[in-house]
């Protein structure tokens, strides 16, 4: 059972990205997936969470930037960011809960596997 996420790098202010979130050993389909972000030093937080039923949540610091989404036929969630400013640069990570049908805005918690991050840096 494994998470990869990938697709950071370095970009320039206003730059975009798309990280991704595949699965492997498992399946995405029953799953909520949620993406975090922490940088040294502060807490990691929610940024964006998507539902096996499609429903999203977004931080406010994020909407209107970000994007996710899923394929359940590749078993991959993906983060589009758009716009990217400084203040984004932060280790990305995913990580997916099973069978969770509540509220969006606590798709965050509980959550049952994690993936190493991938490192996205905005330079100004």
């Known amino acids: 059972v494994q998470l990869q996420a990938s697709g950071g790098g370095l970009v320039q202010n206003g730059g975009s990205l798309r990280l991704s979130c595949a699965a492997s050993?498992?399946?995405?389909?029953?799953?909520?997936v949620g993406w975090f972000r922490q940088v040294p030093g502060k807490e990691r937080e929610g940024v964006s969470c998507i539902k096996n039923d499609f429903s999203t949540d977004y931080v406010d610091s994020v909407k209107g930037r970000f994007t996710i989404t899923r394929d359940n036929a590749k078993n991959t969630v993906y983060l589009q960011i758009n716009s990217l400013k400084p203040e984004d640069t932060a280790v990305y990570y995913c990580?997916?809960?099973?069978?969770?049908?509540?509220?969006?805005?606590?798709?965050?918690?509980?959550?049952?596997?994690w993936g190493k991050g991938t490192q996205v840096t905005v330079s100004s």
């Open positions: 990580a997916a809960r099973r069978y969770y049908s509540g509220p969006e805005p606590l798709c965050y918690y509980g959550m049952d596997y």
């Open positions: 050993g498992f399946t995405l389909n029953y799953y909520a």
